[in-house]
């Protein structure tokens, strides 16, 4: 069973840094894929980053591209994303996901999310 939660969501003035975790419950965490969204009202869920299994390879969107860091601990069974240099537009709910098979920049090919946690970035 994978069972995602985030944390170290907040408020935060624009230039500033979040770092935020997601840990997951289950014994497998090392076989997924593990993924970064995020998501305003009225708007689609959107692609962050995502890292491979053993950490060794990350993407990230270009809209975060030299900002933000996706990291892996499996020892630990949590993924980070460090947010640093934040703009308002970076405001939204942020969202874990892990993938069985190979993680993209689709949302489809996720399998579990975890419940959200709110970054908002005020100027």
């Known amino acids: 069973q994978v069972q995602l939660v985030e944390s170290g969501g907040g408020l935060v003035q624009a230039g500033g840094s979040l770092r935020l975790s997601c840990a997951n419950s289950?014994?497998?965490?090392?076989?997924?894929?593990m993924g970064w969204f995020r998501q305003v009202p009225g708007k689609e869920r959107e692609f962050v980053a995502r890292?491979?299994?053993?950490?060794?390879?990350?993407y990230n969107a270009d809209s975060v591209k030299g900002r933000f860091t996706i990291s892996r601990d499996n020892a630990k069974n949590t993924v980070y994303l460090q947010m640093n240099s934040l703009k308002p537009e970076d405001t939204g709910v942020y969202y874990c996901?892990?993938?069985?098979?190979?993680?993209?920049?689709?949302?489809?090919?996720?399998?579990?999310w975890g419940q959200g946690t709110q970054v908002t970035v005020s100027s």
């Open positions: 289950g014994p497998t965490f090392s076989t997924y894929a």
């Open positions: 996901a892990a993938a069985a098979t190979i993680a993209t920049m689709n949302r489809n090919s996720y399998n579990y």
């Open positions: 890292i491979t299994r053993n950490g060794a390879s990350a």
